[in-house]
């Protein structure tokens, strides 16, 4: 693998990020993906939410099926929320926090299955922590390109009020909390939420253990991001470490390694395939995606993105495909 291009790449791409965030709603981040069948989607149907509860470490709990996973860290003065689950799973999310108020709320990236409860949370006097970038995505329409069509913007209630660019940390009573910019890993905002002290590592969609990981490339992600963000996860994590993605069973460091290496492994194929002008089709007739020990539901899908994110970032890669 080609580590030190795409690190120097994506070295200048944080950069460039700092100057093209300090413009808000430039035409090229007005569109935004969410396809049909992605995390972000979230059905307009009500439903009956049931969530569930469980003790990750003293004072972490892990609320899941909301539709995704919520992290809930209580210390004396209030709860620090990961991710605010899908608006209509909101008060399901609130009810499983036992009246405890919400003082804090992080969300890993802006999709709507992680953001859809900030109105509700923010209305209840929590500030809304994320990537300057995030708070880009829920300040605009935005257009999905896999179903031709425009998303409103969210209620201005649910847009983030603190912003970061790099990383930072809190103390939320004893607990040092440690968060961190995951570069272009599944959408251009992708944060971590590190709870040092309990030893729990919130990780968003850049882990995907139970469903095909998605590469959102219409924000700017892509293959080369998702094994830099990973690298980054693992240097913060210990065999001990509870890491916990935006869907699935919680993993242990061995299990992201084994993720890591399945994406290098499809990095490395898909790039040099790339680079001989191969397409995702004739990726999936040559079976790239049957060399790793990984069942994919839609696996032209993912390849479809996968090669979307790697015409995006050819020069990092040498790709000569314009
Ligand atoms: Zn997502």
Redesign the pocket.
């Known amino acids: 693998m080609k580590t030190t291009d795409r690190r120097s790449f994506l070295r200048a791409t944080l950069t460039g990020c700092a100057g093209l965030a300090s413009v808000p709603l430039l035409g090229g981040l007005a569109g935004c993906q969410q396809a049909p069948s992605?995390?972000?989607a979230v059905s307009a149907t009500a439903r009956t939410v049931v969530p569930t509860v469980e003790k990750l470490a003293n004072g972490v709990t892990l609320v899941s099926g909301v539709p995704g996973n919520v992290i809930a860290l209580t210390s004396s003065d209030g709860i620090v929320l990961v991710d605010s689950g899908a608006t209509d799973a909101a008060r399901a999310v609130k009810a499983s926090l036992g009246g405890a108020r919400v003082h804090t709320l992080f969300n890993t990236?802006y999709?709507a299955?992680?953001t859809g409860g900030n109105a509700l949370f923010h209305k209840d006097g929590a500030t809304i922590h994320a990537h300057v970038i995030t708070r880009q995505w829920l300040s605009t329409d935005y257009y999905v390109p896999a179903e031709d069509r425009w998303v409103k913007a969210p209620p201005v209630d649910a847009r983030p009020t603190v912003t970061f660019r790099e990383k930072g940390e809190m103390k939320a009573g004893a607990e040092r909390v440690e968060f961190g910019y995951l570069l272009e890993a599944?959408?251009r905002g992708d944060i971590y939420v590190f709870f040092r002290d309990s030893n729990v590592l919130a990780v968003?969609?850049v882990a995907s253990p139970l469903r095909d990981p998605?590469i959102?490339w219409y924000t700017g992600a892509w293959l080369g991001g998702r094994v830099d963000a990973m690298d980054d996860l693992l240097a913060l994590a210990n065999e001990q470490t509870r890491i916990v993605p935006?869907y699935g069973p919680v993993m242990t460091r061995a299990q992201l390694q084994a993720e890591r290496d399945m994406m290098v492994h499809l990095y490395d194929r898909t790039t040099d395939q790339t680079d001989k002008g191969r397409s995702a089709q004739d990726m999936l007739d040559d079976g790239v995606l049957k060399e790793v020990n990984r069942e994919f539901k839609d696996p032209y899908r993912f390849l479809y993105d996968v090669c979307k994110g790697h015409w995006a970032h050819y020069t990092n890669f040498g790709g000569n495909i314009v």
Do not use: E, L, S
Request: aromatic share 0%.
């Open positions: 992605r995390p972000g990236h999709h299955d992680q599944h959408t968003g969609d998605v959102d935006a």
